[in-house]
């Protein structure tokens, strides 16, 4: 009978040799590794799969490992993420953990200590998934929205929000008080960020705009050239 795996892996790293070494180290040592060579395959890898923790190079082609982490967290906002880097940088250590990443490692570094990092951040997960389960309702001010069953509760009563109305909201909400970037947002939404898709969006805010306009308190706002902030008040 085939043993099943301590967890499943997602590595993103563009040096081929560490890859496919830290891939059998992984395996040999108990899970489940997808290995991607470039940010791109990373996220496409992500979107099709269910990892419980992941592995991201820093300094990559295509998509470095910040920008595919923040996409990351846009789909997921709980999965635990370790950087990898080449270089120490101080910056790119505060930007890292800025991005809710869970731990950074600087090349070379022992397999070893890689493995026990890994094991105690899912100590660590495991340990608050029994605590509580991933967060599905919100509470924005007077609403309460269930992105579960697309239900958003308000001054009013209940509305049953569309598929693609939820999932824009539920995106907002996880980025609550800090900016959803439009061309994330389309991207793990419509699958393509484009004028059309765009101005697709655009209507869903609107209209999520006056399902949230009984709350004062609860704002859609519009950050030029970049995406959207909910805005929610303490």
Not at 103 to 119: A, C, G, H, Q, V
Request: aromatic share 10%.
């Amino acid at each position: 009978m085939k043993k099943k795996s301590k967890a499943n892996i997602l590595l993103v790293e563009d040096d081929k040799n560490l890859g496919f070494v830290l891939t059998d180290f992984l395996t040999m040592s108990g899970y489940s590794v997808q290995l991607a060579g470039d940010g791109e395959a990373g996220l496409e890898l992500f979107k099709n799969g269910k990892f419980d923790i992941c592995i991201l190079d820093i300094m990559m082609p295509l998509k470095d490992g910040f920008t595919l982490a923040e996409e990351i967290r846009v789909i997921n906002d709980v999965v635990p993420i370790v950087f990898l880097t080449a270089k120490y940088f101080k910056g790119h250590r505060i930007k890292g953990f800025k991005i809710r990443g869970d731990d950074y490692m600087t090349k070379p570094f022992s397999t070893e200590e890689l493995n026990l990092r890994i094991e105690a951040i899912l100590r660590r997960t495991r340990l608050s998934l029994l605590n509580g389960e991933k967060e599905t309702v919100y509470d924005l001010g007077k609403y309460k929205f269930d992105y579960s069953n697309q239900l958003l509760n308000g001054p009013k009563g209940e509305k049953r929000l569309t598929k693609k109305e939820a999932e824009v909201l539920r995106m907002l909400c996880i980025n609550k008080n800090k900016i959803l970037r439009r061309e994330i947002a389309l991207k793990m939404i419509w699958g393509e960020d484009d004028y059309f898709m765009g101005r697709s969006m655009d209507v869903y805010i609107t209209k999520l705009r006056k399902f949230l306009s009984d709350d004062p308190g609860v704002n859609i706002t519009n950050i030029h050239r970049t995406g959207f902030m909910l805005e929610v008040s303490e």
